[in-house]
């Protein structure tokens, strides 16, 4: 029974919590009074929080059960609890941690769901049979986008079974330390986004030819991967513009192309076939988050995300600062202890990135954040982690590795939308699950992404946008139990080759590699 939206309604996260966020669209008026009595002492917009009690100055203010603040004054009950009253708390120390001591309930094998994909050489199964154009250096860009429009336009409707020509482009190649320690982030973050399931194992080059990252040092031969049956290593195709061959921009372009098409008669032979879900591979990240991306969205994807896990599946969680406040939560629900020190370790790592810049964790909430509710990166934090669901933790992935397991993972990526989405791309993902209550066009060429909203009003608005409306939790019309099996099975419907808004559109954000070493 959906919930009567005149009703003034609140929704508290634990029991123990004095404070709760308004549910209503468009907030309530001062004098608003809830079925418990309480009163609103002030117009509190919608998602934000409210005073359920005297909070005098200097107590914890507290959501999800966690202190996500302290008052820096006294605060009413019926209070609109803004981020100028709320004092951001210290981060978790990363000493003394529980480590793997929680182990999840038994979850029975989830047996039976299949979706059609596309089987590669090397074991893995792409949801989509994409020709990428990997490019060494940025200064190839403009000639791989002319030539990926004239293979599109010209090439590409002669092969039914290619869905798509991919050029991936980056800011990244020359003009950088490349043999500072940090810069085998972003090499192998673009040698592993060309390595993805969705490309059918087909490696294009475009070079440049005075670049700093050649196309050796991407692809040196001991990590070329096994593309035939009889396990001989094949070489990536590499187009050098540079070369003394090329007179003048349109034969680039002729050599791309014909390179091209070689590769598209290859890809045009794969068929879909049956393929069991344990071949999923799914990235899960929010953006433009609210207060009710932890509330309806993301515990949806927690338990499609538990699902996934019992079909064998891979899920990958993301973004440090924002879950480096739950890092306890974290550690906890490790496998092993090797791996709560792997997810420590990545901690640290940024923390240490974040000093050098400057800034802490406090630098992440956007003001979109803010005025969708949420105070600061703590309680962003508790609604984010959410998205990993409720199974045990099985693997750590640096930024830009490669995927060599299945379970839930943990990849630690910056929470920026685009590198986080970059770096789950080339890590192996075969599908993406991007939550968002302020909302965002977001979207990638290489892989799908089904998009959840977490509000129904911007299910509303955003009604060719959003794949899947999560507010529904709020307003009473479904459980979280029910969004979850059903963003399940349009993850086997979107593997299987349905289109997301994203694609139905063609929305691609640029590729952005992640890269803390210098530029020189």
């Known amino acids: 029974m959906a919930a009567d939206t005149q009703t003034p309604l609140f929704i508290r996260m634990h029991e123990r919590d004095n404070v709760a966020i308004v549910v209503n669209d468009g907030g309530l008026p001062a004098g608003t009074q809830f079925q418990n009595g309480l009163t609103l002492l002030e117009a509190v917009p919608q998602g934000h929080k409210v005073a359920l009690i005297d909070i005098a100055k200097g107590d914890a203010i507290t959501r999800y059960n966690v202190t996500i603040g302290y008052a820096l004054a006294g605060i009413a009950a019926g209070s609109w609890i803004q981020e100028a009253l709320v004092q951001l708390p210290p981060a978790r120390e990363l000493q003394n941690l529980p480590i793997a001591n929680r182990k999840p309930p038994e979850m029975p094998a989830l047996e039976g769901y299949t979706f059609q994909g596309f089987r590669n050489p090397d074991g893995s199964v792409g949801t989509r049979n994409i020709l990428a154009i990997t490019t060494t250096v940025q200064c190839v860009a403009g000639v791989v986008e002319y030539a990926v429009k004239r293979i599109k336009e010209e090439l590409l409707p002669k092969f039914s079974n290619v869905d798509d020509v991919v050029g991936l482009e980056h800011t990244y190649g020359c003009g950088v330390a490349i043999d500072a320690p940090d810069a085998m982030i972003p090499i192998r973050t673009v040698r592993n986004i060309s390595l993805n399931p969705n490309f059918g194992g087909q490696t294009m080059v475009v070079s440049l030819g005075c670049e700093k990252l050649q196309p050796t040092r991407l692809f040196p031969k001991s990590i070329i991967p096994i593309q035939t049956q009889t396990q001989e290593q094949a070489e990536p195709d590499v187009v050098c513009l540079q070369d003394a061959g090329h007179i003048g921009f349109q034969s680039m372009i002729t050599s791309i192309m014909q390179t091209a098409e070689k590769h598209l008669i290859k890809l045009n032979q794969r068929q879909r076939e049956t393929c069991p879900a344990s071949e999923l591979v799914v990235g899960v990240q929010c953006g433009g988050s609210d207060a009710f991306s932890g509330v309806t969205a993301n515990p949806a994807v927690g338990y499609a995300t538990d699902l996934l896990v019992r079909a064998g599946a891979t899920v990958m969680f993301s973004e440090v600062t924002e879950v480096r406040d739950g890092i306890d939560q974290l550690t906890s ?128 608005r955003w009604h060719d946008l959003m794949d899947i409306n999560a507010g529904r939790i709020a307003s009473g019309e479904a459980t979280i139990e029910e969004l979850g099996w059903e963003l399940f099975h349009f993850m086997l419907e979107v593997a299987s080759g349905k289109k997301t808004w994203a694609e139905y559109w063609k929305l691609h954000n640029a590729l952005v590699l992640f890269n803390p070493a210098p530029i020189t």
């Open 333 to 460: 629900r490790a496998a092993t202890p090797e791996i709560a020190e792997a997810m420590i370790r990545e901690m640290d790592w940024y923390d240490q990135y974040l000093k050098r810049g400057g800034v802490d964790r406090s630098a992440n909430t956007t003001p979109g954040n803010k005025k969708g509710g949420l105070s600061n990166i703590v309680e962003k934090a508790m609604g984010s982690i959410v998205k990993s669901g409720s199974a045990a933790i099985s693997g750590v992935l640096s930024p830009g590795e490669k995927l060599t397991q299945k379970g839930l993972i943990y990849a630690a990526t910056p929470a920026s939308d685009f590198i986080c989405g970059t770096l789950q791309t080339a890590a192996g993902m075969n599908l993406h699950i991007f939550t968002t209550g302020r909302g965002t066009p977001y979207g990638l060429a290489a892989v799908p992404v089904i998009k959840v909203a977490t509000r129904n009003d911007l299910a509303r």
